[in-house]
T-cell receptor, first 115, second 112 residues
Framework: AQSVTQPDIHITVSEGASLELRCNYS??????LFWYVQSPGQGLQLLLK??????LVQGIKGFEAEFKRSQSSFNLRKPSVHWSDAAEYFC?????????????FGAGTRLFVKA | DSGVTQTPKHLITATGQRVTLRCSPR?????VYWYQQSLDQGLQFLIQ???????AKGNILERFSAQQFPDLHSELNLSSLELGDSALYFC???????????FGSGTRLTVV
């Protein structure tokens, strides 16, 4: 069964600084990997996804993520954070099983942005 | 607007009661997923439907049930409600072979 770990419960960065959110997964084969963002009072929005191919994936809102098989990681990055990026970020891993496609979400990392 | 519609947005009810949450998926999406989000449990997968049929079950209690109708909208029924059922309930949808989900804005259930 797949699992996903987000080691950081919360992170604070200054506006304009770079950001990296960590995500580690556990799965026997190459998984489907996702990052979602949740603003307060909202549902989750898909930022980017990785299925195969280029290990550096570009997403919406200026985010990117890099798949590193050797480290079982899929970290999310942004070169310059804006105050509007303050939200909760969820890494997710999906895999096809006997019951169809299942997606497991990490516990989330809450991002605080200070002026 | 994500295209996934959930109603109601808020629901307050008493213990022991039964409620129904409704979800209309994004146009063209055949799969519907239900998730429960709480502070202590995080985002927990409950159940998935694909084109009217149950496809996968997660941590769904026996007091909870769901169905997907021919027009693809889905309902999640929660019965014999307990205080611990208070949470945000999200519906998400996806198209075949596109495994990224589109989420609705959720239903906040408060059991008093």
């Amino acid at each position: 069964a797949q699992s996903v770990t987000q080691p950081d419960i919360h992170i604070t960065v200054s506006e304009g600084a770079s950001l990296e959110l960590r995500c580690n997964y556990s799965y026997g084969a190459t998984p489907y990997l996702f990052w979602y963002v949740q603003s307060p009072g909202q549902g989750l929005q898909l930022l980017l996804k990785y299925f195969s191919g280029d290990t550096l994936v570009q997403g919406i809102k200026g985010f990117e993520a890099e798949f590193k098989r050797s480290q079982s990681s899929f970290n999310l990055r942004k070169p310059s954070v804006h105050w509007s990026d303050a939200a909760e970020y969820f890494c997710a891993v999906g895999a096809m099983g006997t019951g169809g496609f299942k997606t497991i979400f990490g516990a989330g990392t809450r991002l605080f942005v200070k002026a | 607007d994500s295209g996934v519609t959930q109603t109601p947005k808020h629901l307050i009810t008493a213990t022991g009661q039964r409620v129904t949450l409704r979800c209309s998926p994004r146009s063209g999406d055949l799969s519907v997923y239900w998730y429960q989000q709480s502070l202590d449990q995080g985002l927990q997968f409950l159940i998935q439907y694909y084109n009217g049929e149950e496809r996968a079950k997660g941590n769904i209690l026996e007091r909870f049930s769901a169905q997907q109708f021919p027009d693809l909208h889905s309902e999640l029924n929660l019965s014999s409600l307990e205080l611990g059922d208070s949470a945000l309930y999200f519906c998400a949808s996806s198209t075949p072979n596109n495994y990224g989900y589109t989420f609705g804005s959720g239903t906040r259930l408060t059991v008093v």
